[in-house]
């Protein structure tokens, strides 16, 4: 059974980073797929944030891209994303999922931007 | 980006209806859709990809279909399990791009 994990700190200053980690059991990343992940604002539809392929190979969503990073640890069996320069509109749900039609999801984490 | 306009927004059902959510790309898509199920509090779950395959588990009473641009999700007899919001993601390109979601309620 393919089950994802987020992790990271559920709140966050305003202009800091936020950082978090996808763990993944059940399936080795090394054997493909991509990775992704989405957010939902309170009350809001869902967001793709990004994807990353095994190899490293990268998508972001446009809106998002100059303050996106993910990566992924094959060794760890996990992903992880960052977001810098974060503001109030960050505030959200944060999920990460695999392929790219997103067939099993974490039970994703609010993370709070707010000082 | 290619955007996704869904159809209701919201809808009010009776258990044992018969309900059709749509889903309309702004360009052609083949059949790289995605439907999902979302209730409060909780995590999307998948339902259908490639527009018409239902995912490992989720009941038959779930059925999607079309193809190009336009897409629809129907559930054959609403149970009191199914009222959530309900959202279409098409994954033929980057960016990928969600639907606004359809909530579906109790009448």
């Known amino acids: 059974q393919v089950q994802l994990q987020e992790s990271g700190p559920g709140l966050v200053k305003p202009s800091e980073t936020l950082s978090l980690t996808c763990a993944v059991s059940?399936?080795?990343?090394?054997?493909?797929?991509?990775w992704g992940w989405i957010r939902q604002a309170p009350g809001k539809g869902l967001e793709w944030i990004g994807s990353i392929y095994q190899s490293g190979s990268t998508y972001y969503n446009p809106s998002l891209k100059s303050r996106v990073t993910i990566s992924v640890d094959t060794s760890k069996n996990q992903f992880s994303l960052r977001l810098s320069s974060v503001t109030a509109a960050d505030t959200a749900v944060y999920y990460c999922?695999?392929?790219?039609?997103?067939?099993?999801w974490g039970q994703g984490t609010l993370v709070t931007v707010s000082s | 980006d290619i955007q996704m306009t869904q159809s209701p927004s919201s809808l009010s059902a009776s258990v044992g209806d018969r309900v059709t959510i749509t889903c309309r790309a702004s360009q052609g898509i083949s059949n790289y859709l995605a439907w999902f199920q979302q209730k409060p509090g909780k995590a999307p779950k998948s339902l259908i990809y490639?527009?018409?395959n239902l995912q490992s588990g989720v009941p038959s009473k779930f059925s999607g279909s079309g193809s190009g641009t336009d897409f629809t999700l129907t559930i054959s007899s609403l149970q009191p399990e199914d009222f959530a919001t309900y959202y279409c993601q098409q994954y033929y390109s980057y960016p990928l791009t969600f639907g606004g979601g359809t909530k579906v309620e109790i009448k």
């Open positions: 490639a527009a018409s």
């Open positions: 059940g399936y080795s990343i090394s054997s493909g797929y991509y």
């Open positions: 999922a695999r392929r790219r039609d997103f067939d099993y």
